[in-house]
């Protein structure tokens, strides 16, 4: 799709998945957590289910059928829900507490940090998340990435992917919004950015998501840029 570069004056990323690996870092986190006691547990399945209980709640809130909260929250309130479906692990409350922090440290897909960078020459980039100021601020200095604003949901009119969030910030980088790219590996999160006016690219996912909330198909020619990595993205949009 052909797309006029010199309208676009800004970057608005999603992170989750998209920059940051959440997958290995929680994987990790509850393989450590389960040897320390001597438990047995699948951490993949109980990352999964654990993200997807997280988006269970967020569907909801949006919904106004649910508690609002922030990330952190809804972190810590999904491993509430766990108990019975990894009663093994048995997490005492202060231990739901650490493991909920593990998502502050999340690293970023390799190249990453060296893409944000030179795209930061010609664009504003901020971050543009449903995720809490301190796993964006913490994730971000694990992985060595420097934004020009981050954008947290949790000070928006609403939370991704309502029209509300994407508008809110098109707002407060004082642009229009044909002015503001997303980009995201995450279909659902373009396609609520597009409704809102804004342009879209789309990255390849590095990941598979739990994909009742997270489906990852999208029709060919739907996004204004396609993009098979952060390298192709930088290539496409600073030619």
């Known amino acids: 799709m052909t797309i006029d570069l010199s309208r676009i004056r800004a970057l608005t990323f999603d992170v989750g998945g998209t920059v940051f690996d959440w997958q290995s870092t929680i994987i990790g986190a509850v393989g450590e957590l389960a040897q320390a006691k001597g438990a047995s547990v699948d951490a993949e399945a109980f ?15 949006n919904k106004g059928e649910a508690e609002v909260m922030n990330a ?3 972190h810590r309130k ?26 502050h440290r999340m690293p970023a897909w390799p190249g990453v940090p060296e893409a944000i960078a030179a795209l930061r020459q010609r664009y504003v980039v901020s971050i543009l998340s449903i995720l809490s100021v301190p796993i964006l601020v913490g994730s971000s200095r694990t992985a060595g990435i420097d934004w ?4 947290s949901c949790e000070f928006l009119p609403a939370y991704k992917p309502e029209p509300e969030s994407y508008q809110g910030a098109v707002g407060l980088l004082a642009m229009q919004p044909d002015q503001v790219m997303m980009v995201a590996a995450h279909p659902f999160d373009l396609r609520g950015a597009r409704a809102a006016g804004l342009r879209t690219a789309n990255l390849q996912p590095n990941l598979s998501e739990p994909n009742e909330f997270l489906p990852p198909e999208s029709e060919p020619g739907e996004f204004d840029i396609e993009a098979e990595n952060f390298a192709d993205l930088v290539r496409q949009l600073c030619p």
């Open 47 to 61: 990352a999964r289910t654990w993200r997807a209980a997280m988006f269970g709640h967020l569907v909801a809130m």
């Open 72 to 74: 952190d929250g809804m």
């Open 78 to 103: 999904a491993l509430d829900g766990m108990d019975e479906a990894f009663a093994d692990l048995a997490l005492s409350p202060t231990e739901k507490d650490d493991l909920t922090r593990a998502w």
């Open 148 to 151: 020009d604003l981050i954008l």
